[in-house]
């Protein structure tokens, strides 16, 4: 077995993105084997896009790639981790490094994340 | 809001357990509400198996609970992180602290983690 457990070309696997250096959790997507093949081909992350339902190369729209510097899989071999460098020092659309950024508490959410860049400049102002 | 986004009683959402001293990524499992109330109300991780359909008291045959330190949620509110401490230092099944415990190299999978105990003296010998 050298590849994950995707049964046919529709599968989707949880891939979680976790900066290589510090060791934080960015994101967590999900893979079917073409963007599987295509990010140990290319070396940067590409996930499958649930709700564009298409290929989506990490950092398409922001330049926010990931370059890959380790894969690992699962005991099942239905998950992913990737350990990554995070360009632009930010993973999450909303500008914060990850998109974890916000933490459970008794009194709601509470952020606790690192906001990196005003999303109105890298992606233009909000859709009406 | 101040829960994911489960739709209902069956919606499944990942949850990333993560060490919470080291960062190190130890498992992803799911987790419906019912999981994810438990989790919050006991601080043990609880998951929902998709394999036995049922709810998954982490270490409930091993006795490697997980005490959650913290729980973050994402962006989209579709993902769960749990920072943990593990008990028993193992997370995996077969004994290693982290169930990502292979890389996958050009020349097929490499063990990289580290194993911490024998499965076979906690869940006792293989079945038949």
Redesign the interface.
Known sequence: ???PAFQDEQTLL?A?A?DAE????L??AFMNREAYQET?RTGRAVYYSRSKQRLWRKGEQSGNEQVVK???????AD?I?LRVEQLGGAA???G?QS??????TDQ??RV?GQRVFDPSQVYGPPQA
């Open positions: 077995m050298t590849e949880p979680v976790q510090t060791g934080q959790v994101m967590l140990l380790q894969v690992l899989i699962d005991c099942d998950a981790v999450c659309h909303t914060h998109c974890f950024y916000r933490e459970v709601g959410l606790v």
